[in-house]
């Protein structure tokens, strides 16, 4: 391993590894933001080393490639499989998967009631509390009965314990008593998101919606209200807005096939969940909705819990009765909250300890506005914060900004930052999977910009364009979509300045020139197209052409000193991309970009030369989303071999290439600022 372990993870990874060999299993719980991960890594290295191989179960996929990745950095041999991965290798020693994934290869490798223990003789279950008891867990642990056990897990739910020592092992917790003085200070909120996906039906109908607002035509922006109605609220308050007299009615009854659609919302299975898995943690807890119609059904769902609905907007409750209702919500019994926008204005109960955001917002004003004195830490006890939002849409979107204003007030929320951001991604996945579409329609690994554009916006103008240009850029931005250039096409261009007899030869790479692949397609995308990622040292100057936002000035220099010295060591892109990543540790909302650039190349052309200038931007990329940030550092690295296979040796043929030729300077202490 390249990280050492705190006292209390070395604490804890020997208790779990003297109780898993004894007892079968055990389940660690450490706080959040404790590095929960760093002793799985250390406990399944020790299995590895003796020659075992371990499976590591993640609840979503975005927490399997957050995993694997530091499984990887961490040195051990680590693949990554999910629903979006299309070549899947359980072979490697460590494999990180979600149950589902694992449900499918077990049933088709070993048929029904097997035995898999063989071939995974220790199995790693992250995030426990959400997966231990429920299919398709279950399903996959009746494969792996006799495999030694790890659980991991922030909380521990009292409701739940006695079912996850069952599946796992004995449960020893770790409070932030314990911790404090060992180089960990206990947060007074802690943040947590759940995923809820889309059924089949409201997928479809997201698609098709997606296709009417892109294409910029009458319907487009109640299409584009219908997609945040779905997404952040739910089918009951799509079909409530059907049957209003209003033209927002009239565009979904004759335009939107509703009557497949499910009558209850997508998110509340997930919020009972929620409800059951925070049992025992909250005295009082407060959903926030957005429509009235959301906050009926959940009043009558949760009756057990004595719910009040505090109602804003028009025609809400005159003040004496919002008095009453807030009494109302004070006394002990009243043990569940639903608010509209009333909470837009604070509700003012300082009791509640458990908030769950159903419909969240974008603007952090508003989020202040509605956690209220909710935000406010409490004495003696933590509170909790539950995001509930649905993948690949536009409620995504909505959750940087909440989870930076959140850490900003101190909210403990770096148990999510990598889960969503890598992550959240928002329309990007829709976007993706338009591009994967076309680029299958037409036999082609990436797509260029052009092509996508002209397929989605069609025959609708230049609004459709920018629109459909807008969405590639935010994209990439939050990580779905990989940018890259040709090298064939760029040397083509680079041929016809030659051929046409210019002394010089100026080739500036933009948008318009780029070409689009989903970044979860990128290593396939460099199988089948090597000369296109390039994994040599990326050539740029981090003093001169790469820009860091979102970060202090100081943390920005750092950065530039350790890609200077990386550069100088000839290292890969993947390190590169490891350093940069680290940046988003403390710095979650950071973006980088840069530039490769050649300036006096001299290509030998038939006893002439001919002088080569080449710029091509890069970026921004989110610097946590290290897997698009290092096949983009791997593309730049493919443009510096082009320069270098075509152009002869000549003073001043890049900065990059006088860092390299003075690297043992730079090594010995001459500095960038000697070059």
């Known amino acids: 391993m390249r990280s050492k372990l705190r006292p209390y993870q070395r604490e804890?990874?020997?208790?779990?590894?003297?109780?898993?060999?004894?007892?079968?299993?055990?389940?660690?719980?450490?706080?959040?933001?404790?590095?929960?991960?760093?002793?799985?890594?250390?406990?399944?290295?020790?299995?590895?080393?003796?020659?075992?191989?371990?499976?590591?179960?993640?609840?979503?996929?975005?927490?399997v490639e957050q995993t694997a990745r530091k499984f990887r950095y961490e040195g051990l041999d680590a693949s990554m499989i999910h629903s979006g991965i299309k070549e899947r290798d359980w072979s490697r020693r460590v494999v990180v998967a979600t149950p589902e994934s694992a449900l499918s290869y077990l049933q088709q490798r070993y048929g029904e009631g097997g035995d898999a223990s063989g071939e995974f003789p220790v199995v790693i279950v992250d995030e426990c509390h959400h997966t231990v008891g429920r299919d398709p867990f279950a399903q996959v642990m009746r494969y792996l009965e006799p495999s030694v056990k790890l659980g991991l897990s922030a909380l521990v739910p009292k409701s739940r314990a006695w079912e996850i020592e069952r599946y796992i092992g004995p449960i020893r917790k770790w409070d932030f008593s314990e911790l404090e003085g060992k180089g960990y200070e206990k947060p007074y909120m802690i943040?947590?998101?759940?995923?809820?996906?889309?059924?089949?039906?409201?997928?479809?109908?997201?698609?098709?919606?997606?296709?009417?607002?892109?294409?910029?035509?009458?319907?487009?922006?109640?299409?584009?209200?219908?997609?945040?109605?779905?997404?952040?609220?739910?089918?009951?308050?799509?079909?409530?807005?059907?049957?209003?007299?209003?033209?927002?009615?009239?565009?979904?009854?004759?335009?939107?096939?509703?009557?497949?659609?499910?009558?209850?919302?997508?998110?509340?299975?997930?919020?009972?969940?929620?409800?059951?898995?925070?049992?025992?943690?909250?005295?009082k807890a407060i959903v926030f909705v957005n429509r009235r119609c959301t906050a009926d059904l959940l009043a009558e769902r949760f009756e057990e819990l004595n719910p009040v609905k505090i109602v804003g907007g028009r025609g809400a409750a005159d003040p004496e009765a919002r008095r009453s209702a807030l009494e109302e919500a004070r006394r002990p019994e009243t043990k569940l909250i639903i608010a509209t926008s009333a909470g837009d204005e604070g509700i003012d109960i300082p009791e509640v300890d458990l908030l769950i955001f159903w419909s969240h917002v974008s603007s952090p004003l508003r989020l202040y506005q509605r956690l209220g004195r909710g935000l406010r830490p409490a004495s003696d006890k933590i509170k909790y914060t539950v995001f509930i939002a649905?993948?690949?849409?536009?409620?995504?979107?909505?959750?940087?900004?909440?989870?930076?204003?959140?850490?900003?007030?101190?909210?403990?929320?770096?148990?999510?930052?990598?889960?969503?951001?890598?992550?959240?991604?928002?329309?990007?996945?829709?976007?993706?999977?338009?591009?994967?579409?076309?680029?299958?329609?037409?036999?082609?690994?990436?797509?260029?910009?052009?092509?996508?554009?002209?397929?989605?916006?069609?025959?609708?103008?230049?609004?459709?364009?920018?629109?459909?240009?807008?969405?590639?850029?935010?994209?990439?931005?939050?990580?779905?979509?990989?940018?890259?250039?040709?090298?064939?096409?760029?040397?083509?261009?680079?041929?016809?300045?030659?051929?046409?007899?210019?002394?010089?030869?100026?080739?500036?790479?933009?948008?318009?020139?780029?070409?689009?692949?989903?970044?979860?397609?990128?290593e396939d995308g460099a199988r089948a197209s090597p000369e296109n990622f390039a994994d040599a040292t990326p050539c740029?100057?981090?003093?001169?052409?790469?820009?860091?936002?979102?970060?202090?000035?100081?943390?920005?220099?750092?950065?530039?000193?350790?890609?200077?010295?990386?550069?100088?060591?000839?290292?890969?892109?993947?390190?590169?991309?490891?350093?940069?990543?680290?940046?988003?540790l403390e710095n979650p909302a950071a973006t980088v970009k840069w530039r490769f650039r050649v300036e006096g190349a001299l290509i030998p052309v038939n006893g002439r030369e001919v002088r080569l200038a080449m710029a091509a931007e890069y970026g921004p990329f989110m610097a946590k989303n290290a897997k698009?940030?290092?096949?983009?550092?791997?593309?730049?690295?493919?443009?510096?071999?082009?320069?270098?296979?075509?152009?002869?040796?000549?003073?001043?043929?890049?900065?990059?290439?006088?860092?390299?030729?003075?690297?043992?300077?730079?090594?010995?202490?001459?500095?960038?600022?000697?070059?």
Request: aromatic share 8%.
């Open 390 to 522: 649905t993948p690949g849409t536009r409620d995504y979107d909505a959750l940087p900004e909440s989870l930076v204003a959140l850490a900003r007030e101190g909210v403990d929320v770096t148990g999510i930052f990598d889960e969503v951001s890598s992550q959240v991604l928002g329309e990007g996945v829709v976007m993706a999977r338009k591009v994967r579409e076309l680029a299958e329609s037409m036999g082609a690994r990436g797509v260029s910009r052009e092509i996508v554009i002209s397929a989605l916006a069609g025959p609708f103008g230049p609004r459709a364009y920018r629109r459909v240009a807008r969405e590639l850029e935010e994209s990439v931005r939050v990580g779905a979509l990989l940018p890259y250039y040709d090298v064939s096409e760029v040397y083509a261009e680079l041929q016809s300045w030659v051929e046409a007899g210019a002394p010089e030869a100026y080739v500036r790479l933009g948008a318009e020139h780029r070409r689009f692949i989903p970044v979860e397609e990128a």
């Open 191 to 283: 943040a947590e998101v759940y995923e809820a996906p889309f059924r089949s039906e409201e997928e479809a109908l997201y698609a098709r919606l997606f296709e009417l607002w892109l294409s910029g035509g009458a319907h487009s922006h109640f299409a584009a209200l219908a997609l945040t109605t779905l997404s952040r609220d739910g089918s009951d308050a799509l079909l409530d807005s059907a049957a209003r007299p209003t033209a927002f009615a009239d565009f979904l009854r004759s335009i939107i096939p509703l009557a497949p659609i499910p009558p209850e919302p997508h998110k509340l299975p997930v919020l009972e969940s929620v409800l059951k898995d925070y049992e025992g943690n909250f005295e």
């Open 628 to 675: 698009q940030v290092e096949y983009a550092l791997r593309n730049t690295a493919a443009l510096w071999n082009l320069v270098l296979s075509i152009a002869s040796g000549s003073e001043g043929l890049s900065h990059c290439d006088r860092l390299l030729r003075a690297r043992a300077g730079i090594l010995t202490g001459g500095g960038p600022s000697s070059l």
């Open 540 to 584: 740029f100057d981090p003093l001169n052409d790469l820009k860091v936002r979102g970060v202090s000035e100081g943390a920005a220099h750092r950065l530039r000193v350790e890609l200077l010295r990386l550069l100088a060591s000839a290292a890969k892109p993947r390190e590169f991309a490891e350093a940069i990543r680290l940046l988003a």
């Open 12 to 63: 804890a990874l020997e208790w779990a590894l003297r109780v898993a060999e004894a007892r079968g299993g055990a389940v660690v719980s450490l706080p959040t933001g404790t590095g929960k991960t760093l002793v799985a890594v250390a406990f399944a290295e020790r299995y590895v080393q003796r020659g075992a191989r371990v499976l590591v179960l993640e609840p979503t996929r975005f927490l």
